[in-house]
């Protein structure tokens, strides 16, 4: 079992209410305490200064959306905490990969 924290700015469209952007920050782990009472202190996930963007809209994205993340060269990529969280805490001899900060 693990216990995985992260803080959680949560954004919705106001002009479309289908677009929906998720930013984790903060994102830590641990293997032992695994009680919420424990408080929220574990390993660091990510890099400093880097986040888990996800973005939420049924079927394409809008242009405006799209051209943006063309702009700061963000594109799609698979990302699991847990997976991450659980190579870090095993003798996995995998690659582990991080999305590269744009800012």
Not at 5 to 12: A, G, W
Not at 19 to 25: A, E
Not at 87 to 100: A, E, L, Q, S
């Amino acid at each position: 079992m693990m216990y995985i924290y992260y803080n959680r700015y949560s954004l919705k469209g106001l002009e479309d209410s289908n677009v929906r952007i998720t930013i984790d920050y903060d994102v830590a782990y641990r293997t032992k305490e695994l009680s919420l009472l424990a408080g929220k202190d574990g390993k660091n996930l990510l890099p400093d200064n880097h986040v888990i963007m996800e973005i939420k809209v049924p079927g394409a994205y809008p242009l405006w959306l799209a051209e943006i993340l063309d702009c700061y060269h963000v594109f799609p990529k698979s990302f699991s905490k847990y997976g991450v969280a659980y190579k870090k805490t095993t003798d996995y001899k995998g690659v582990i990969r991080h999305v590269r900060s744009v800012i």
